[in-house]
Structures are given as structure tokens and as C-alpha cells.
């Protein structure tokens, strides 16, 4: 009965921002980890952002300082709001539940450490 379904993506110009959204059903988002991956045309799935139980906060440096992780616990959400973005942002974006209970580097190096995936939001970057 786990499910964690994104919302939020659509066509954004470089420099603009976005906001993507994760409800998750159940489980309870501040009970596990959660990250955020994308998929670019072409490219491997990469991971982007997670967040932990604990409020602990990983980025990758492509997107650090442009975007931030957070979560509404009353709702079950977490977000990834999206700023300064640049046509190499375009991908689809994914949430995911860890298998793991720490938030690190290593947590999204690994797409296979998410134990469960939602079916993705398309972001496109474009002028």
C-alpha cells in the first residue's frame, strides 16, 4: 500500500522556478528517508536530494544552492522547490522511499537503496 506520487513538473524558462511535490501514502514521510532522483534524456538516473527522518538534508552538486528539500509532516509531503534552473535541469523527477535510515551522499549515489518509487513528473527547461 506504499505509494508516493510526484506533481508539479511542467515547462519552466532557464531561470525560473518550480516547486515539485511527493504525497506519500502508507507510510509516514518523517519516518524514513526520502529522495528525490532525475532522469534526462539519454542520461543514468541520478540522485538529487534526500531528506531523513531526522530533518538531515543531502544535495548534489549540481543543484546545490538552487534547490531545497523539505517536508510538511501534517501532509504527508515533500517537496523539492526548484530555483535558478538551467536547461540541464530538464528530466524527469522521481521521489523514493531508502531501504537505509541515514541521509548521505552514498544514500542517493545508489538508485537501487530506494525501496519504493513513484512513476515520476516531467520538468522541462526550455526558452
Not at 504525497?23 to 542520461?43: D, I
Not at 517536508?71 to 531508502?98: G, I
Not at 531501504?99 to 551522499?105: E, F, I, P, S, V
Request: with cysteine.
Amino acid at each position: 500500500q506504499v505509494q508516493l506520487v510526484e506533481s508539479g513538473g511542467g515547462l519552466v524558462q532557464p531561470g525560473g522556478s518550480l516547486r515539485l511535490s511527493c504525497a506519500a501514502s502508507g507510510f509516514t514521510v518523517n519516518s524514513y528517508v526520502v529522495g528525490w532522483f532525475r532522469q534526462a534524456p539519454g542520461k543514468e538516473r541520478e540522485g538529487v536530494s534526500c531528506i531523513s527522518a531526522s530533518g538531515v538534508t543531502y544535495y548534489a552538486d549540481s543543484v546545490k544552492g538552487r534547490f531545497t528539500i523539505s517536508r510538511d509532516n501534517a501532509n504527508n509531503t515533500v517537496f523539492l522547490q526548484m530555483n535558478s534552473l538551467k536547461p540541464e535541469d530538464t528530466a524527469v523527477y522521481y521521489c523514493a522511499r531508502s531501504r537505509y535510515t541515514h541521509c548521505r551522499g552514498y544514500t542517493i549515489a545508489a538508485p537501487g537503496g530506494m525501496d519504493f518509487w513513484g512513476k515520476g513528473t516531467l520538468v522541462t527547461v526550455s526558452s
